[in-house]
Antibody
Framework: EVQLVESGGGLIQPGGSLRLSCAAS????????MSWVRQAPGKGLEWVSC???????FYADSVKGRFTISRDNSENTLFLQMNTLRAEDTAVYYC???????????WGQGTLVTVSS | EIVLTQSPATLSLSPGERATLSCRAS??????LAWYQQKPGQAPRLLIY???NRATGIPARFSGSGSGTDFALTISNLEPEDFAVYYC?????????FGGGTKVEIK
C-alpha cells in the first residue's frame, strides 16, 4: 500500500521560511514523478512544483525563485523548502506521486501552512 | 499556460440522476487530461486519466470523454458518495494546471 505523509506545516510570519517533508512508503520517490500541489482555504487546486527521477525540477511562476523541491533517496522523502513566504502562500500543501508519464495516483493527507503576522 | 475552464460551477442533482461535467482547455491538451474527485477534508482522488481511462478501483458509472480542447466527465446514476467537488487537470505542458472545479451537490 502506498502512503505519503506530509509534515512541517504551521504558522509562519510573512517573509519567513518553512520546509515541508513528505515521507513515502510503498512508492519510490527517486524513480517517480513527485509533486507538491496546494489548496488555499475554500479554493481550488494549484500545482506548485514537480521533481523527476533524473533530478529535473519544475515550478509554478508564483513560487519560482522562492521555493525549492528536493528529495532524500535514502529516506525516500520529498521536501519543499519555502522561503520569503507571503500571505497568498497560505494553503494546505499536498504531496502527490505519479509513475512517469502519468497523472497523480497517490496523494498525502496534506499539511496546512498559514502565513500571517 | 493552458487555462482549464470547468462548467457549471455547481450542479444540483438527486441520487440516481446523471451528471455531466465539462472542462474546456484554452488550447489542445492532446488527450492528456485527468479528473479528480475531492470530498471535504480529504485529498483529491484520481478518477479518470488520459481522457477516458478509469483509475484503479473507480466504479464503471464514472466515464470520461472528449478530445482536443473539450472534455466531459459523466457520472451515471449518482450514488450518495458521489456528491463532491470534481477537478480536471492537464499534463500536456508546463505548468500543470487544474480547472476551477465543479461542485456536485444534492438537490
Amino acid at each position: 500500500e502506498v502512503q505519503l505523509v506530509e509534515s512541517g506545516g504551521g504558522l509562519i510570519q510573512p517573509g519567513g521560511s518553512l520546509r515541508l517533508s513528505c515521507a513515502a512508503s510503498g512508492f519510490t520517490v527517486s524513480t517517480n514523478y513527485m509533486s507538491w500541489v496546494r489548496q488555499a482555504p475554500g479554493k481550488g487546486l494549484e500545482w506548485v512544483s514537480c521533481l523527476y527521477g533524473d533530478g529535473s525540477a519544475f515550478y509554478a511562476d508564483s513560487v519560482k525563485g522562492r521555493f525549492t523541491i528536493s528529495r532524500d533517496n535514502s529516506e525516500n522523502t520529498l521536501f519543499l523548502q519555502m522561503n520569503t513566504l507571503r500571505a497568498e502562500d497560505t494553503a494546505v500543501y499536498y504531496c502527490a506521486g505519479a509513475t512517469p508519464g502519468t497523472f497523480f495516483q497517490h496523494w498525502g493527507q496534506g499539511t496546512l501552512v498559514t502565513v500571517s503576522s | 499556460e493552458i487555462v482549464l475552464t470547468q462548467s457549471p460551477a455547481t450542479l444540483s442533482l438527486s441520487p440516481g440522476e446523471r451528471a455531466t461535467l465539462s472542462c474546456r482547455a484554452s488550447q489542445s491538451v492532446s488527450g492528456y487530461l485527468a479528473w479528480y474527485q475531492q470530498k471535504p477534508g480529504q485529498a483529491p482522488r484520481l478518477l479518470i486519466y488520459e481522457t477516458s481511462n478509469r483509475a484503479t478501483g473507480i466504479p464503471a458509472r464514472f466515464s470520461g470523454s472528449g478530445s482536443g480542447t473539450d472534455f466531459a466527465l459523466t457520472i451515471s446514476n449518482l450514488e450518495p458518495e458521489d456528491f463532491a467537488v470534481y477537478y480536471c487537470q492537464q499534463r500536456r505542458t508546463w505548468p500543470l494546471t487544474f480547472g476551477g472545479g465543479t461542485k456536485v451537490e444534492i438537490k
